[in-house]
């Protein structure tokens, strides 16, 4: 009996782990596409709609960057990483709680009920916790709130008591059975004989998450109807270091920002006077590309969408000509489709920084990073442990392309990138050799691209360094740079061909 028991156990773990292996050859692929679902929504143009369309596709937008959070923090913890998405961060939390209301009020039109926010006038403007699991139990308990109430609304009231800060949902409905409440928070809390759907996990769920941020979760049945169910988080679980946060110091640079969106305008002119940068709006392509042909910056970041001229066709007039070569085109553009992102290297851009940008600290490392690839001298030298890692491909993202391409167009796939990688060393050996600048940065936008897709990130980064390198006419300046970027590419072929050669 217990061999058998033993043997099922076994079973069982071994069906675990074909599930998680199965999932994580998905898990790229599913990242993938949930990017492109956002991506996607914040590229519409929500001037062309009415006032209700643009309300639905915000929220919308809101449920789907809270989906992006849920599938990467299930697909981090099947990879064994689950604390990596669960920190406490800073964050805005009036914007926060903004999202919330957006993303519940919807819910509540559509069963005829009403969601109201009720926030305290003392409630801080940023806290420090994990914010996904927040949202989550807010997201559970609202959910059920909704569901339990036939006519009336459901009020989620913050508050900030005694260095505590509180959540309190309330609903009109019914309120909770004895027979609920005495199995409150366990997993089969649904008692046998409720008639609404659903199985009692959410609240189970909630606790858990609310135990694990240090806070205390109640639940009473109100006088007359209705119950509330109070989230309490204790100070040390929400209040950020009062320690300003040491900003990138920009006071060298002059900075050209190309934006049509005049709220998108004072955003990037508010952080960038924070640290010290010296801006220069440009309202459009056309703008832009003047103020470049005219003045020297140390940096470009430029709108991929404005009127009269894109921020890619700008980039395509420059590059054409040769123009402003020691001058960074960045683009700066809304959370980007894979697509997107290959027209914008293609065009010759240096990187790319998404939108909308969130963090200030992030917002200068980045354009930090992309002026300073433009420096004199090359770049330090690394150990051949270093370059073992960066040429390193992501097995799960590969597997998963393999997965898609399915036993019959495997080995062409690999056959193609084979030849495509090969190509890419040879043409960039031949341009690094002949001192071709624009052969080397042909080369590059191809292994940009190809590094990305099979997971190689940091030869990716190191790809986009060459390509900005090129376009400045200093590969003799950064020897070291072109060096490590093609054994890196050799480590990246030698990883492919063992593949190539499994499969065959």
């Known amino acids: 009996m217990t061999a058998r028991r033993e043997g099922n156990a076994a079973e069982d773990r071994a069906q675990i782990r ?7 050859l998905y898990s790229h692929d599913i990242r993938a596409a949930v990017s492109d679902v956002i991506g996607g929504l914040r590229l519409i143009d929500r001037a062309r709609l ?5 309300d639905q596709v915000e929220r919308v937008q809101i449920a789907g960057e809270a989906l992006a959070e ?20 800073v964050f805005d939390f009036r914007s926060f709680l903004a999202g919330v209301e957006m993303r519940w009020s919807g819910r509540a039109r559509e069963q005829g009920l009403t969601f109201r926010l009720d926030v305290d006038r003392d409630v801080p403007e940023r806290v420090s916790v994990a914010r996904i699991k927040l949202d989550r139990i807010l997201g559970n308990l609202i959910a059920n709130a909704l569901k339990f109430t036939d006519q009336g609304r459901v009020t989620l009231k913050v508050a900030c008591r005694d260095d505590q800060l509180e959540f309190s949902v309330r609903d ?10 005495e199995r409150l928070f366990t997993p089969d809390g649904r008692p046998q004989d409720a008639t609404r759907p659903g199985t009692g996990l959410g609240l189970h769920i909630s606790k858990d998450l609310a135990d694990s941020l240090g806070a205390e979760l109640t639940v009473i049945n109100l006088a007359g109807h209705g119950a509330e169910v109070r989230l309490r988080l204790p100070p040390e679980g929400w209040k950020p270091d009062e320690a300003e946060p040491v900003l990138p110091d ?3 640079l002059s900075v050209l920002v190309a934006e049509d969106n005049e709220t998108n305008q004072i955003i990037v002119r508010q ?17 832009a590309l003047a103020a470049l042909k005219v003045d020297r910056f140390d940096i470009a970041l430029l709108d991929i969408e404005m009127p009269r001229m894109t921020g890619i066709e700008v980039m395509r007039d420059l590059r054409a000509r040769g123009a402003v070569p020691e001058t960074p085109l960045v683009a700066l553009t809304a959370y980007i489709l894979r697509d997107n992102r290959e027209a914008i290297y293609a065009a010759g851009a240096d990187g790319v920084i998404a939108k909308p940008i969130r963090s200030i600290q992030d917002f200068g490392q980045a354009i930090r990073r992309h002026v300073d690839r433009s420096g004199d001298g090359p770049a330090p030298v690394p150990d051949p442990e270093v370059t ?10 590969f597997d998963a392309i393999l997965q898609a391409a399915g036993p019959d167009g495997r080995e062409e796939f690999l056959r193609h990138l084979l030849a495509d990688l090969r190509s890419v060393a040879r043409l960039l050996h031949a341009g690094v050799e002949g001192r071709d600048a624009g052969l080397v940065r042909a080369q590059t936008h191809i292994l940009i691209s190809l590094a990305g897709a099979v997971g190689a990130d940091r030869l990716q980064g190191l790809a986009e360094s060459l390509n900005a390198t090129a376009h400045r006419g200093r590969l003799e300046e950064a020897p070291t740079l072109v060096a490590t970027c093609r054994q890196a590419l050799a480590i990246l072929i030698e990883q492919v061909e063992r593949r190539a050669a499994r499969e065959a």
Do not use: C, Y
């Not at 009415?50 to 643009?54: G, N």
């Open 18 to 24: 074909a599930v998680r292996a199965a999932i994580k």
């Open 50 to 54: 009415d006032s209700d369309t643009q």
């Open 70 to 89: 849920l599938v990467d923090a299930a697909l981090l913890e099947l990879d064994g990483r689950a604390d990596e998405s669960a920190v406490d961060q």
């Open 172 to 181: 009109q409905g019914p309120g909770f059975s004895n027979t609920a409440l």
């Open 250 to 252: 920009l006071s060298d």
């Open 271 to 287: 952080m960038l006077e924070r640290m010290g940068a010296r801006m220069r709006l440009a309202r459009d392509g056309v703008e």
């Open 388 to 397: 073992q890692r960066i040429g390193q491909l992501d097995r799960n993202r």
